[in-house]
């Protein structure tokens, strides 16, 4: 992370720089390739003012704060830089996600048949690819009522993993997911 200072009416020593490093390195979880910091630091009578701008790939951010002390106006505003970071790389995941689910992952299902097994290899006899939809258990039973199917294959909106609901013989569903 490169750091630029720049005090107006303020004089910079070695331990506000040490502090804002320490509080700017919170950022670093949410925006991991090199960006660039800005810190501006100003006093105007009894009024500590801390702006920050930092620049990367999510665009620019920006934090402007005024105590009555540096100290606290850079923490807080590297608290509200930290804010709009979570939510810029929330955001940017969830595009990306988007994007994946559009394009249509489906995975291919393979049905073998018992009376197919002959000199102890099955064959394969219909094949066929499913799109996996993120949804919920309750979804994938509604679901499961309408089809023609016997089971769902969904992706779990709770915790993203990808699972089988399946109608039983006594007409009661089970779940099938994966551990992790």
């Given at each position: 992370?490169?750091?630029?200072?720049?005090?107006r009416?303020y004089?910079?020593d070695d331990?506000i720089?040490?502090?804002?490093?320490?509080k700017?390195?919170?950022?670093?979880?949410?925006?991991?390739?090199?960006?660039?910091?800005?810190?501006?630091l100003?006093l105007?009578k009894?009024?500590?003012i801390a702006?920050?701008?930092l620049?990367?790939r999510?665009g620019?951010?920006?934090?402007t704060?005024?105590t009555?002390d540096?100290?606290d106006?850079i923490?807080l505003?590297?608290d509200k830089m930290?804010?709009?970071?979570?939510?810029?790389?929330k955001?940017?995941?969830?595009?990306?996600?988007r994007?994946?689910?559009q394009n249509?992952q489906?995975w291919p299902l393979?049905?073998?048949?018992?009376e197919?097994?002959e000199?102890g290899?099955?064959?394969?006899?219909?094949?066929?690819?499913?799109?996996i939809k993120?949804m919920?258990i309750?979804e994938?039973?509604?679901?499961?009522?309408t089809?023609?199917?016997?089971f769902?294959?969904?992706?779990?909106?709770g915790t993203d993993?990808v699972?089988?609901l399946?109608?039983r013989?006594d007409r009661?569903y089970g779940?099938?997911?994966?551990?992790?």
């Amino acid at each position: 992370m490169n750091v630029e200072y720049f005090a107006r009416t303020y004089h910079l020593d070695d331990q506000i720089r040490g502090f804002a490093e320490r509080k700017l390195a919170k950022l670093e979880k949410f925006v991991s390739e090199p960006v660039e910091v800005k810190v501006t630091l100003e006093l105007e009578k009894h009024r500590h003012i801390a702006e920050l701008h930092l620049a990367h790939r999510f665009g620019v951010l920006q934090a402007t704060v005024e105590t009555g002390d540096m100290y606290d106006s850079i923490n807080l505003a590297v608290d509200k830089m930290e804010k709009q970071a979570r939510r810029a790389s929330k955001k940017y995941k969830d595009k990306r996600r988007r994007a994946d689910r559009q394009n249509g992952q489906a995975w291919p299902l393979e049905v073998i048949a018992g009376e197919s097994v002959e000199s102890g290899e099955p064959r394969i006899l219909r094949s066929s690819r499913l799109s996996i939809k993120p949804m919920s258990i309750e979804e994938a039973a509604l679901r499961l009522q309408t089809s023609k199917n016997e089971f769902v294959v969904f992706r779990d909106s709770g915790t993203d993993r990808v699972s089988v609901l399946y109608r039983r013989k006594d007409r009661n569903y089970g779940l099938i997911s994966p551990e992790f």
